[in-house]
């Protein structure tokens, strides 16, 4: 079965600072890769999707995610993040023909200093 | 756009209690799935349907239940609450469409605290 980890329990950053949340997945074939976004109070809201294609994926909100099949990544970047951001972010993997067996990271929690 | 519903925001049940948690959506979407979510283990999923009356577990379902009598809503039934089922419950669907898989939409969760 696939899974993923996301290796960063918390980051923060400075407001106007660039961004890298790691997210890596371990999956025989070609893998369907998603990042979600949960404000606090608030269920998960999709930033971007890869399905195959070019390997530089554009989101919502100003992120985009790189998906990089020799290193089993799917980092998500953003190149100045604003305080709006916090939040906590969840990288997801999910297989070919398969709509039901979506598997989720534990979570990155992003704090935005001023 | 895709609206998913819970019935709750907040929730705080006694143990021992029958607890009910409902989701509606309003996109026709095939597929609901109930998650729990928990500090440092991510989303888990608890179960899932794909058609009415329908069900499949997931990883962690025992001490739930599940119905779904209309294509729209999806309940989630914790029999007899205990105080490890404090936690925030999320409720997704998505549509089944080859070849897939679609993303998930999510509701705004219910937290709930047994006591």
């Known amino acids: 079965a696939q899974s993923v980890t996301q290796p960063d329990i918390h980051i923060t950053v400075s407001e106007g600072a660039s961004l890298e949340l790691r997210c890596n997945y371990s999956?025989?074939?070609?893998?369907?890769l998603f990042w979600y976004v949960q404000s606090p109070g608030q269920g998960l809201q999709l930033l971007l999707k890869y399905f195959s294609g070019d390997t530089l994926v554009q989101g919502i909100k100003g992120f985009e995610a790189e998906f990089k099949r020799s290193q089993s990544s799917f980092n998500l970047r953003k190149p100045s993040v604003h305080w709006s951001d916090a939040a906590e972010y969840f990288c997801?993997?999910?297989?070919?023909?398969?709509?039901?067996?979506?598997?989720f990271g534990a979570g990155t929690r992003l704090t935005v200093k001023p | 756009d895709v609206k998913v519903t819970q019935s709750s925001r907040y929730l705080v049940k006694r143990t021992g209690e029958k607890v009910f948690l409902e989701c509606v959506q309003d996109?026709?979407?095939?597929?609901m799935f109930w998650y729990r979510q928990d500090p440092g283990l991510g989303l888990r999923l608890i179960y899932f349907s794909y058609d009415v009356k329908m069900k499949e577990k997931g990883d962690i379902p025992e001490g739930y239940s599940v119905s779904r009598e209309k294509k729209e809503r999806f309940s989630l039934i914790l029999e007899s609450a205990s105080t490890n089922q404090t936690s925030m419950y999320l409720c997704a669907s998505n549509l089944i469409r080859s070849p897939g898989p679609y993303e998930q939409y999510f509701g705004p969760g219910t937290r709930l605290t047994v006591t």
């Open positions: 997801a993997v999910g297989v070919l023909y398969n709509n039901n067996d979506m598997r």
């Open positions: 996109m026709d979407h095939e597929n």
């Open positions: 999956y025989g074939a070609t893998p369907y």
